[in-house]
């Protein structure tokens, strides 16, 4: 699948731990699908919520577009396009404790539409996050000792 990122949520992967994920289609206005082709969307802070049977992506940032008329709230709740059963399963499965639904990134498809991959989750414990700086610096040394080591020979 070829598919042209225009934003990441990569607090997402420290804060939490990826169970399941999906690829939701979103409904827009005309003036937010320009801005986010010059990429002026955040998903920082967004989350996913289930209501009357369908999902709504909410906090999700879209700058307003320089060039229209009339522009929309930067911030509103946008509706998720999901197929029924994934909407049941995903709200089942929030509804228990601990898991939530945020979406990791926001992209255009091979088809020109804009995507956004949602993702089951589970809030990772503090010692988890350590774990995970732990193991990225010692990732980190471990590259720039073989690129030390290529360097040399």
């Given at each position: 699948m070829s598919e042209n990122k225009v934003a990441t949520n990569r607090k997402a992967r420290f804060d939490y731990h990826i169970l399941d994920k999906y690829e939701?289609?979103?409904s827009l206005l005309?003036?937010?699908v320009k801005s986010i082709?010059?990429?002026g969307v955040s998903l920082q802070d967004s989350f996913v919520r289930f209501d009357a049977g369908q999902a709504f992506v909410y906090n999700m940032?879209?700058?307003a577009y320089a060039f229209s008329r009339w522009?929309?709230?930067p911030t509103r709740p946008r509706r998720l396009l999901l197929n029924?059963?994934?909407i049941d399963k995903l709200s089942g499965r929030v509804t228990k404790k601990g898991y939530t639904c945020i979406p990791l990134s926001l992209?255009?498809?091979?088809?020109?539409r804009i995507k956004l991959e949602i993702a089951l989750c589970q809030s990772k414990k503090a010692h988890d996050k350590r774990d995970a700086l732990l193991e990225r610096d010692a990732r980190r040394e471990m590259d720039r000792a073989m690129k030390r080591r290529k360097k040399s020979h």
């Open positions: 939701a289609g979103i005309g003036a937010e082709r010059e990429g940032h879209i700058k522009t929309a709230e029924r059963p994934e992209y255009f498809n091979s088809r020109g």
